[in-house]
């Protein structure tokens, strides 16, 4: 399977829209910067998220403007020329023909001329929308042609006197997904839920966690995701209660229960699936109490998932479940209400129950509407659905018989006209289905 199998997002009509929203301004959109791991070795390139969304380009040394009206064109793309020298060291380019071929803007230049043509293109606009704050460079370089634009300005050329965050306004198209955005993410989910059912199989004693992700890592790349979109976490025994445990160095105790939150990346879409599962193939009954709980609280929180809720209510009905719950475990005695007004349960789950997902495991969009208030679910909106239970050993508020369980389940969810769709079903979550397919081995 290929991210080119998918039908390719309408990258133009996005850019149109954005236009849409700065009739007398200009956006400047840049891709992210290489950066180094060590001595002459980079991290693998990964184009920016806006930056994607709006071009489909992958390459690095890219920027693009768009300039309403302009009569030499309202797309700018700045890309890398072709340099057969180059090219035999570091791969193909597109060049400045492929660029334009491949996202549909008649303006490409190379991007040495950034720094000329850029102040002109600045010229007799109100506004300039830009990604602010992120890069301390870019930033100096949007001032240095902003200002460059300003010195002409006894000449009775205008330049931008409004300066605004390029995430409040692409961020807000962004939240909901369009038709195609939903394929890729279902591709990217349901590539993360067979490496998750292969990770069940191959699971025993023994096993160390980082081979344990390796497995589950392997199935992404062989169905065709060439990267993960995180670093996968895989905590065994008490390492479960570290929320971003990333070591992954352990051996897999038999007894325990390992933890595994672990997503794909397909076509620069995120997957982001966590099980909680037995070492052994078999819930202890301490192990099936608590995690028969979190299954009931996500389970709340899914039902919750509507068109007219809002983005706060499935935290809330999460949380009312395992408030009952740890009072019927016996972990917290003080009344329901006492337990929700004072936070008494954060002791044990201390993270809100979902994000938005998309180009980025945690995606862009607000979560509060101007006033304030908690913003309502529309269709298109992905959340993820993730309640869990941290019983640290290290926590003496915690009977002995659950210390070092920790848990967290957590589905990823479309919101559609009728409620909600789960993208990732196939990854068991029931306490019966998971110990059958441990019981069938790899």
Not at 109 to 115: G, K, W
């Amino acid at each position: 399977m290929s991210s080119h199998d998918l039908p390719r997002p309408d990258y133009a009509a996005r850019r149109r829209r954005l236009m849409e929203r700065l009739p007398d301004g200009v956006a400047i959109v840049p891709t992210a910067t290489e950066k180094s791991r060590n001595a002459d070795v980079h991290y693998p390139f990964r184009p920016d998220s806006d930056f994607w969304y709006l071009t489909g380009f992958a390459e690095p040394e890219a920027l693009l403007v768009l300039v309403p009206g302009h009569p030499d064109g309202e797309e700018w793309l700045f890309c890398r020329p072709r340099d057969p020298e180059r090219e035999i060291w570091d791969g193909r380019r597109a060049g400045l023909e492929g660029a334009r071929e491949l996202c549909g803007i008649q303006q490409t230049r190379s991007i040495v001329e950034l720094d000329s043509l850029l102040p002109e293109l600045l010229q007799n606009r109100e506004l300039l929308c830009a990604p602010l704050g992120r890069s301390a460079d870019f930033d100096a370089r949007l001032m240095l042609w902003r200002n460059q634009a300003r010195s002409r300005s006894r000449a009775g050329i205008r330049y931008p006197q409004e300066l605004v965050d390029l995430g409040f306004l692409l961020h807000e198209m962004r939240v909901i997904k369009d038709p195609v955005e939903l394929e890729h993410l279902r591709a990217a989910v349901g590539i993360s839920a067979a490496g998750h059912r292969h990770g069940m199989r191959v699971c025993r004693p023994g096993m160390t966690e980082y081979q344990l992700q390796a497995e589950i890592e392997f199935v992404f790349q062989r169905l065709g995701a060439r990267s993960v979109a995180y670093p996968s976490i895989v905590g065994g025994g008490p390492n479960a209660c570290i929320l971003h445990y990333t070591e992954n160095r352990d051996a897999l105790a038999d007894g325990d229960l390992v933890l595994v939150d672990a997503g794909a990346e397909y076509g620069n879409y995120a997957g982001d699936i966590t099980r909680s599962y037995p070492v052994n193939g078999v819930f202890s009954p301490a192990q099936r109490e608590v995690y028969a709980l979190v299954l009931a609280s996500q389970k709340a929180a899914i039902a919750a998932l509507a068109p007219g809720r809002s983005v706060a209510d499935y935290h809330e009905a999460a949380v009312a479940v395992l408030v009952d719950g740890l009072r019927d475990l016996k972990i917290l005695s003080e009344s329901r209400e006492a337990i929700l007004e004072q936070g008494l349960y954060r002791s044990f789950y201390m993270h809100r129950t979902g994000h938005w997902l998309g180009l980025d495991v945690h995606d862009a969009g607000s979560y509060r509407q101007r006033d304030g208030n908690w913003r309502m679910l529309e269709p298109g909106m992905v959340v993820t659905v993730e309640p869990g239970l941290y019983f640290s050993p290290e926590n003496p508020a915690c009977p002995e018989r659950y210390r070092g369980i920790g848990i967290r389940i957590e589905d990823d969810c479309v919101i559609t006209a009728e409620g909600v769709e789960v993208l990732s079903a196939a990854a068991p979550k029931e306490i019966d289905e998971i110990e059958a397919l441990m019981a069938l081995g790899s």
